[in-house]
């Protein structure tokens, strides 16, 4: 038995932000402004500190099984929760690909043995797997490519879309972009020569077509459906007249960089979708705010930095985030973009309502005691060696952040504080309340 009393911190919780005491009893918050009374085995001052749920990231690519030398499970959860992250939820496209139950168990198993925080594993679609994909339950829901993956994943037949949205009940995800039109635009420019011709190739329309394939599908079978790395302006647009049951979010790399970076950071941000234009970094910014899209998440898919020092189009898409995702959006908050309690509902109520995922998202009483505090004020400078993830580079390197976290709970354990990771914390299989009848 463990009893944490968290005292004199600014505490967002669901219905605002004021000055509590949080009391922790083993796994769970016990108590929101517990009486003088409370015991507890450890109290922590708070003061001048800011508590928020801990993030919820839906949507990452942790590289194992298969791809260990670019990141695995224990390297990328330290970074998870260095920065913030308590729960993860990781895509497919391994080696081999999470298509089965199987291979679906297989991760989870990994997880608990290696995972510093809490975590979840999505079902791959392919055009062979349905019986799977109506059967499985351990996950927050089906991931299809709409647009070049891994393997067998490529779902890009009308009929095999319509019978996933049509004949499963899972929530359902996508990567929206058309294979037809990226083709076309890879052919028109001789496969590209350069790394501003990747944003060419990946163009707003293959986003726009593949978006608007995917919402017309989930509109017509009436699925859960919510879309994945939004970039363009036009999806913005769109989004505002979907059904009830769809949702969308924005990435950092989306929110924080366009084609005019590619001269400063090259294949460093590579990116599928791929980066746009100042406009589309306005246009998601007015979506979040407007409510259009719910959800940040970071598609946090690290390579070798030799890997992605290849010149273009050798050179693979996908960039490390989690480390440093909050710290993006507090240094947004000091810069008076949006508000903490926005970030809160973006990157922990949100992910959390939109994939069912119990007791968690919001500082309440009984629900699990992930938790992370945050120092508003601290200013720090993103560098290369200094990061978790395997990969050890980050786009942002150089770049000075104000706000940053300081200190990470999983299930009432402290995993990070001090700036040190314990690595012997274990997070747990996340559990999804959904009715699927």
Known sequence: MSRTLIQNASVVLPDGTRNVSILIKNQTILGIDPPQTATADEVIDAGGLHLLPGVIDDQVHFREPGLEYKEDLSTASQACAKGGVTTFLEMPNTKPTTTTVEALDAKLALAAGKSLV????YIGATTENLDV???VTRTPGIKIFI??????MLVDEQQALEDIFGQTTLPICAHCEDETTVRTNRDRLNGGTCIQDHSKIRDHEAAIIATKRAIDLSTRHKHQFHVLHVSTAQEVEFLKDRPAWVTAEACPHH?????DDYERL?????MNPSIKTAADNAALWQGLQDGVIEVIATDHAPHTLEEKAQPYPASPSGLPAVEN???LMLNSVHEGRCTLEQVVQWMCSAPARVWHIANKGEIREGYDADLVLVDLNKSATIRDDEQLTKSQWSPWHGETLTGWPVRTWVMGQTV???GKIDTN????????CRDNS
């Open 325 to 327: 995702s909050l710290a």
């Open 255 to 259: 929110l924080f960089f366009n084609i």
């Open 118 to 121: 809490n975590y979840g594993f």
């Open 147 to 152: 647009g070049s993956s891994t393997g067998n």
């Open 425 to 432: 914390i274990r997070g747990t299989e996340a559990v999804y």
């Open 416 to 418: 990070f504080a001090d």
């Open 266 to 270: 090259g294949t460093r941000i590579q």
């Open 133 to 135: 994909l109506k059967q």
